[in-house]
């Protein structure tokens, strides 16, 4: 009896001292939820709607007040959503920035004491936040250059008939861009240097290749500028060739990038080059599906907020983060002023062999969305 009663007494104990914590956290913010603010760059990428909606999700599940905001590709916009969040009392912020403009806004939380988390894009030219939450960017790039080799057979190339293809990055500003180029190139360079494979167009093999690089980037990932950009190749430098691939880097500019294939005589009739991309668009899915597009690298954007809000619950609440499937990287990202936290997450090759057992059985999709 006298052991029932002390277990008893240990588990009121317990309950007494997780209520006292979440009291005192209460208190912290006025007797309410801490706030966590959730500033996404832009909705023209679909998969910004669903990472600022699972977010906001997450973090009520676990009993924050939550608030995502979206900036419609503007600094300046998503600069004035911090502040207002820093006046609501956040103690928070998760932020996908649009571009390096955003340092103004960590600083002045930094000011505040208020806790950043840089969420799928790394925010350089600051020092005043420790943690960032992404997937394996570079393996992401290494994927599309695998899709091209393996698609266009270059292990059994010959440089007496070369394979000819074509690049594309993401937006100059989005740091990303460049690691998801480095990753493809890291696979893709030894065939360029062998004669295998030739670039039609700027050939940077490098995004440290600045001039060049930047002739190959797409301002804010638009399709337009990217459709705009593969016409223009069509009509020139590529007009007496046949391509047999493009690096694309997502599928926003992918499907746009196709689209000015198509209307190209040289592809008629379905015969179009090899397209990577990436994001798992519901419209790319299709794509693959049907041919049109090769494959995609899918980040499940429900592992990483969930993997985000696990971070910000840990940080808010005092303690060390242990993030399931997410790979802890004290090393590799450099803001430019300091080395911070990141955590990883891994990416998957969608191809029309796998999709629906990526994209319809695990529920990210259903099936009559990619009818």
Not at 29 to 55: C, F, N, Y
Not at 108 to 126: F, N, Q, S
Not at 264 to 290: F, H, N, R
Not at 361 to 370: E, N, P, R, T, V
């Amino acid at each position: 009896m006298k052991k029932i009663v002390s277990f008893l007494l240990i588990l009121g104990l317990a309950g007494s001292m997780a209520f006292a914590s979440g009291s005192q956290q209460q208190a912290a913010s006025g007797g309410k939820a801490p706030l966590i603010g959730l500033a996404m760059p832009e909705t023209h990428v679909e998969r910004w709607q669903k990472d600022g909606a699972a977010l906001k999700a997450d973090a009520e599940a676990k009993g924050y007040r939550a608030e995502v905001t979206y900036a419609d590709a503007d600094q300046s916009k998503q600069n004035q959503q911090i502040q207002d969040m820093l006046t609501k009392g956040a103690k928070l912020l998760v932020i996908g920035s649009v571009n390096e403009g955003v340092v103004s806004a960590v600083s002045d939380a930094a000011k505040e004491k208020v806790i950043v988390i840089a969420y799928d894009r790394l925010i350089t030219g600051t020092a005043d936040y420790d943690y960032y939450i992404t997937f394996d960017n570079f393996k992401v790039g290494q994927f599309q250059g695998k899709a091209l080799e393996t698609a266009l057979n270059l292990p059994a190339g010959s440089k007496d008939k070369p394979k000819y293809i074509t690049l594309f990055a993401g937006s100059p500003t989005d740091n990303n861009a460049k690691v998801f180029f480095d990753g493809a190139m890291d696979v893709l360079k030894k065939y360029v240097d062998s004669g295998v494979l030739k670039i039609v167009g700027p050939a940077p093999l490098s995004s440290s290749d600045t001039a060049n690089f930047t002739r190959i980037t797409t301002e804010n990932w638009r399709a337009d500028v990217a459709k705009a950009r593969m016409e223009n190749l069509l009509n020139n430098d590529a007009k007496n060739v046949v391509l047999d691939g493009v690096l694309a880097p997502n599928d926003t500019l992918a499907r746009a990038i196709i689209e000015a294939c198509a209307s190209d005589a040289k592809y008629a009739g379905g015969k179009l080059p090899v397209v990577t991309g990436q994001d798992g668009e519901v419209a790319s899915i299709k794509a693959i599906k049907e041919g049109k597009q090769y494959m995609t690298v899918f980040k499940d954007t429900r592992n990483l907020a969930k993997a985000a809000i696990e971070l910000a619950d840990a940080l808010l609440k005092g303690q060390t983060p242990n993030i399931p499937g997410a790979r802890l990287d004290t090393t590799s990202y450099n803001t430019g002023k300091k080395v911070v936290k990141s955590y990883l997450l891994e990416p998957v090759v969608v191809t029309k062999d796998n999709y629906k057992q990526i994209m319809i059985d695990s529920g990210y999709y259903k099936a009559s969305d990619i009818e």
